[in-house]
């Protein structure tokens, strides 16, 4: 019995009599939201939630809100869903009998038995169109499910109705109502509210998460919308093997095939066999690509269809499967000899065939039959004996889709309900239809064609103007029934105005287009959002400016989703244009903000910057929290190209006009704004403050983005400063949220700062590379262009490993990547000490000399890059010999000091300040100076704790206290070399273990400063 409509144990959640609206709020409760944040939630009034709160608990029969928690903890089903196989099969596995496919069904039954073993499978049948592919899987279907209770899903790609995610939405659907909602909520966490985005009819009633839809980031939402899918086929897989069927894969929309390549990947899924048929021949691009891929890592078992045998043909003849002539008659050889070599053992035909004997008084053998020539004649004949009113019905059925609903096609015909199923009726006793409704309270009424054969049959019987019209209709019904939820229905009321081509209003057609991309922007749809914004770019030259501003907008949108920024801004930017023409300071506000943001997060400072400029510039006199904002973002565009006094200047102007204003979330802003500008110019101190105080409004504020932007930043700048506990917690704020919103560049801060934190104390060179790595594949998923930072760990983790080539290859890249930014300086210096390290001081001063200019000047504030490339140049001055160059480095690192405030540098892996500054003043035989900082450097080591920073501190304060010449620290020194070679011999750093062995050697000890150099080599 269907899950639906079986009898649930008592006690159960779905006995209680919970309303919709009441499911949305008990979910709320058990997310811990306050009535107050409920009422924000789901746009209702605090009264409205404390009266459905009320009814919970007396509906649980428990007195406050623990209990209510409880109570639903204690009730929810543990029992496995249980459903029966989707009727689209049932019917198939019904329509007569099962002949031939023996090895086929014995391949299949191999891989199900892998899969009830816990594995992963995936199955491809391919065949033309009506050779089988559907029925062998319907068949198989109806066997296992005899005996294994499996959980059998199923969805259909539609050449017409070509959703993003839609074969999966369909075959998700019955499974999604069936679940228990607490249970499903539970599992997912707020994963739930993703799944409204590939089944937006199902039911469900989870946790909505307000979700910043401007700033959410569309490669997270699309990894948060995966993992749900993978959350759902998981929870299936755990009580019964799962058989997933995705039928006609060759339409399939891109999107689609990405999140079924997410679902094959290798160890993704257990106990789930994926089988998807497709037809050769109809290939595109993004199919040919996925099933290359799939070839390359899943290694797909692949079942070719060809035509039945003629015993086979013979055996179809001999069943019921409607003809009209009798067994004796027809069980013939010589007609199942006519019928294979007129259809080529192809099933569908053979059985049009079949049934084609004997209707009307026709002849009774294949040999002196008038036979129709081909299966869409067939179909022509027999939809021409049914009633003239079922036939037009026909007609607008096949021109709705291969799958329908009944509620359309009668507003369409305009037809009474008698009426109505009277042709619904008459076509599926032809078997031209049949009927997919799910079993389930909240199911649609839904047809579908038998084949697609039969329905492009029925439409090529429609005279083409008839088509266009019958479109336009559609288009029309799909309005009035859908009102309240056009944009969930856009891409099928644009898919009809299209069709219906020249009689269709052009301005409707791209308003409608227009929807449905920004629909599928919504889903992560990227790929199918920007094929609908391109075909309304088409007929928008008669458009309204409002239309034609927001469709540049939204494609500018959907171009930045699949990485094609510089396009991207260019669409942005010809929104923006027509926003200023029509003074709309909102939207000129907006879009600027946006196409400023693209191009920062590309490291595309001088356009980041230019598009705010040119923002404020399209403001004109407009002195309200719009211009605060651009300003807010021209800043943070400024101080990342290196633009001190005038970042610091615009951020100021934010901060008046907020005072001005009295907005208090504008203030917000404007310190977000400082906290994420001053670390460029690595001011990590007053940055930190900044953002405690931005965060004060912001946590109370709908800016869930700049919260979580800040929140990055702030997490980063607290390490630099050594304040690892506050990290800590900053990032345990962040990360919910990041992924929440879509704000992946904050997202990936935490997750550096993360790995960073691990390498400071445990100082493993392959965890650094490991994580090196999966950062860099991240930067390339995503499209950031930061990759230069994850370049640079690995050439670190392979320098502490002493791979050094390696590593060379790593920095150059990173040097390579290194985008126009205030970071310039941290890639060459990195660089240039490995070469000093591998004794290459010719390339190594040739690199310095290039890029000189990058040192920081005195007595001003320097960008980051600047700063880093003093600190980490000085090392390897000192090992090529070059002490005088290094000693001169000295100021402009003690500036850095008392400047910035900060201890070590979080992106170099924790290079500690101080330990920078001790090995300038050794170089300036300043032994005093350098005595103190390498103490203090220890000290930041010891506290952070640093396991790498200590034990490279150890060894150059040893190797100064044996070059300053005082027989009294020789024993200090070497047991400073030996306690940094210890550690370097547990963290397996082969060269850095012979680098001390070195230092240890007795000549060592008698030579002075110049042998200082000798730490390299």
């Given at each position: 019995m269907p899950a639906d409509s079986k009898q649930l144990q008592s006690g159960s959640l779905r006995d209680r009599g919970i309303t919709a609206r009441e499911w949305e709020v008990l979910q709320a409760v058990l997310d811990h939201l306050t009535n107050g944040e409920i009422a924000a939630a789901l746009s209702i009034s605090v009264r409205t939630v404390e009266s459905h709160v009320s009814n919970l608990l007396t509906k649980f029969e428990v007195t406050d809100r623990s209990g209510l928690v409880a109570a639903v903890q204690a009730n929810q089903s543990a029992e496995p869903v249980r459903l029966e196989a989707p009727p689209s099969l049932l019917r198939m596995a019904s329509a007569g009998e099962f002949v031939g496919r023996g090895p086929e069904l014995r391949q299949l039954h191999n891989e199900w038995g892998k899969v009830q073993g816990g594995a992963q499978g995936l199955v491809l049948i391919s065949g033309d169109a009506g050779i089988g592919k559907s029925r062998l899987v319907a068949e198989f279907a109806r066997q296992i499910s005899v005996t294994d209770d499996p959980v059998v899903l199923h969805g259909r790609c539609d050449e017409d109705v070509a959703g993003p995610f839609e074969a999966l939405g369909q075959a998700l659907a019955p499974y999604l109502r069936a679940c228990d909602p607490g249970r499903l909520a539970a599992e997912l966490g707020d994963l739930a509210e993703e799944l409204s985005r590939i089944v937006p009819n199902s039911g469900l009633r989870l946790p909505r998460v307000p979700v910043d839809a401007m700033h959410s980031d569309p490669h997270f939402i699309r990894s948060r919308l995966f993992d749900a899918v993978t959350r759902v086929f998981r929870q299936a897989s755990t009580s019964s093997p799962v058989l997933l069927v995705v039928d006609d894969l060759h339409w399939a929309p891109e999107p689609t095939l990405l999140l079924l390549r997410h679902l094959m990947q290798r160890g993704m899924l257990e106990r789930t066999l994926i089988v998807c048929t497709l037809r050769p021949g109809y290939f595109s691009d993004a199919l040919i690509d996925f099933l290359g891929e799939l070839r390359r890592d899943a290694m797909p078992v692949q079942l070719e269809l060809g035509g039945l045998h003629r015993l086979e043909v013979a055996q179809l003849l001999g069943a019921d499967v409607g003809s009209a002539v009798s067994r004796d008659d027809i069980f013939s050889e010589r007609l199942a000899y006519d019928i294979f070599s007129e259809t080529r053992g192809n099933p569908l035909y053979a059985g049009e065939l079949i049934r084609s004997l004997g209707e009307d008084n026709g002849p009774r053998s294949a040999g002196n039959a008038d036979v129709p020539h081909g299966v869409k004649d067939i179909v022509a004949a027999r939809v021409r004996r049914l009633r003239q009113e079922t036939q037009t019905m026909l007609g607008m059925a096949a021109?709705?889709?291969?799958?329908?609903?009944?509620?359309?096609?009668?507003?369409?015909?305009?037809?009474?309900?008698?009426?109505?199923?009277?042709?619904?009726?008459?076509?599926?006793?032809?078997?031209?239809?049949?009927?997919?409704?799910?079993?389930?309270?909240?199911?649609?009424?839904?047809?579908?064609?038998?084949?697609?054969?039969?329905?492009?049959?029925?439409?090529?019987?429609?005279?083409?103007?008839?088509?266009?019209?019958?479109?336009?209709?559609?288009?029309?019904?799909?309005?009035?029934?859908?009102?309240?939820?056009?944009?969930?229905?856009?891409?099928?009321?644009?898919?009809?105005?299209?069709?219906?081509?020249?009689?269709?209003?052009?301005?409707?057609?791209?308003?409608?287009?227009?929807?449905?991309?920004?629909?599928?922007?919504?889903?992560?749809?990227?790929?199918?959002?920007?094929?609908?914004?391109?075909?309304?770019?088409?007929?928008?030259?008669?458009?309204?400016?409002?239309?034609?501003?927001?469709?540049?907008?939204?494609?500018?949108?959907?171009?930045?989703?699949?990485?094609?920024?510089?396009?991207?801004?260019?669409?942005?930017?010809?929104?923006?244009?027509?926003?200023?023409?029509?003074?709309?300071?909102?939207?000129?506000?907006?879009?600027?903000?946006?196409?400023?943001?693209?191009?920062?997060?590309?490291?595309?400072?001088?356009?980041?910057?230019?598009?705010?400029?040119?923002?404020?510039?399209?403001?004109?006199?407009?002195?309200?929290?719009?211009?605060?904002?651009?300003?807010?973002?021209?800043?943070?565009?400024?101080?990342?190209?290196?633009?001190?006094?005038?970042?610091?200047?615009?951020?100021?102007?934010?901060?008046?006009?907020?005072?001005?204003?009295?907005?208090?979330?504008?203030?917000?802003?404007?310190?977000?704004?400082?906290?994420?500008?001053?670390?460029?110019?690595?001011?990590?101190?007053?940055?930190?403050?900044?953002?405690?105080?931005?965060?004060?409004?912001?946590?109370?504020?709908?800016?869930?983005?700049?919260?979580?932007?800040?929140?990055?930043?702030?997490?980063?700048?607290?390490?630099?400063?050594?304040?690892?506990?506050?990290?800590?917690?900053?990032?345990?704020?962040?990360?919910?949220?990041?992924?929440?919103?879509?704000?992946?560049?904050?997202?990936?801060?935490?997750?550096?700062?993360?790995?960073?934190?691990?390498?400071?104390?445990?100082?493993?060179?392959?965890?650094?590379?490991?994580?090196?790595?999966?950062?860099?594949?991240?930067?390339?998923?995503v499209g950031l262009a930061t990759p230069e930072h994850s370049l640079a760990w690995l050439g670190l983790a392979k320098f502490l490993a002493g791979e050094w080539e390696e590593a060379k290859e790593a920095y150059s890249a990173a040097l390579e990547t290194e985008a126009e930014t205030g970071m310039v300086g941290w890639g060459w210096s990195a660089l240039f000490e490995l070469l000093a390290y591998m004794g290459d001081s010719q390339a190594a001063m040739s690199l310095l000399e290039k890029n000189r200019n990058t040192f920081p000047q005195l007595d001003k504030a320097n960008t980051c890059g600047s700063w880093v490339a003093a600190l980490t140049a000085v090392e390897g001055l000192v090992v090529l010999g070059e002490l005088k160059q290094a000693a001169e480095l000295l100021p402009a690192i003690e500036q850095c000091i008392e400047r910035t405030g900060v201890v070590c540098i979080e992106f170099r892996a924790g290079r500690l300040v101080k330990r920078s500054a001790a090995i300038a003043a050794a170089a300036a035989g300043d032994w005093t100076r350098a005595e103190r900082y390498f103490r203090e450097a220890l000290q930041d080591a010891e506290s952070i704790p640093h396991v790498v920073e200590r034990a490279h501190t150890l060894r150059f304060h040893g190797k100064m206290l044996l070059q300053s010449g005082e027989q009294s620290s020789s024993e200090r020194a070497k047991s400073y070399l030996r306690d940094a070679r210890a550690t370097y011999m547990k963290l397996t750093m082969p060269r850095h273990v012979a680098i001390c062995d070195l230092d240890l050697e007795p000549n060592q000890t008698a030579s002075r400063l110049p042998g200082f150099a000798d730490t390299g080599h």
């Open positions: 021109v709705l889709g291969q799958a329908f609903e009944l509620s359309v096609l009668q507003r369409l015909a305009e037809v009474d309900d008698q009426t109505l199923l009277e042709g619904v009726e008459e076509a599926t006793q032809a078997q031209l239809l049949y009927d997919v409704t799910g079993i389930s309270p909240g199911a649609v009424e839904r047809y579908e064609f038998v084949h697609a054969i039969v329905r492009k049959a029925i439409i090529e019987s429609v005279s083409p103007a008839r088509v266009r019209r019958i479109h336009a209709a559609a288009a029309a019904a799909l309005e009035q029934l859908f009102s309240h939820a056009l944009e969930e229905r856009a891409d099928e009321i644009a898919r009809h105005l299209v069709q219906a081509g020249p009689i269709s209003d052009r301005q409707n057609i791209m308003r409608y287009l227009t929807m449905a991309g920004r629909a599928a922007l919504g889903s992560s749809a990227a790929e199918e959002g920007l094929r609908y914004l391109n075909q309304a770019m088409v007929i928008m030259d008669t458009a309204e400016a409002s239309d034609r501003a927001e469709l540049w907008f939204q494609r500018g949108l959907a171009l930045r989703m699949i990485g094609r920024w510089p396009d991207s801004v260019a669409s942005l930017r010809t929104a923006l244009n027509i926003y200023a023409e029509m003074g709309d300071v909102r939207a000129i506000s907006r879009t600027s903000c946006e196409a400023t943001h693209t191009m920062f997060w590309f490291f595309r400072m001088k356009e980041a910057r230019d598009l705010a400029a040119y923002g404020l510039e399209r403001l004109g006199s407009h002195e309200g929290a719009e211009r605060g904002r651009l300003l807010g973002a021209l800043s943070f565009a400024q101080a990342w190209s290196g633009e001190y006094e005038s970042s610091v200047d615009n951020i100021r102007r934010e901060l008046e006009i907020a005072s001005r204003l009295e907005d208090t979330e504008l203030r917000g802003h404007g310190l977000a704004m400082r906290a994420m500008q001053l670390p460029a110019f690595l001011e990590h101190t007053e940055a930190v403050a900044a953002g405690y105080e931005a965060l004060e409004i912001l946590r109370h504020s709908s800016d869930v983005w700049t919260l979580t932007s800040m929140l990055g930043f702030l997490n980063y700048t607290l390490v630099g400063l050594g304040r690892l506990g506050e990290a800590r917690a900053i990032g345990a704020e962040l990360a919910p949220i990041a992924v929440r919103v879509g704000n992946y560049a904050a997202q990936q801060q935490h997750t550096r700062m993360n790995a960073m934190i691990e390498f400071f104390q445990n100082g493993s060179p392959a965890a650094l590379e490991k994580f090196a790595r999966k950062d860099l594949a991240f930067c390339h998923a």
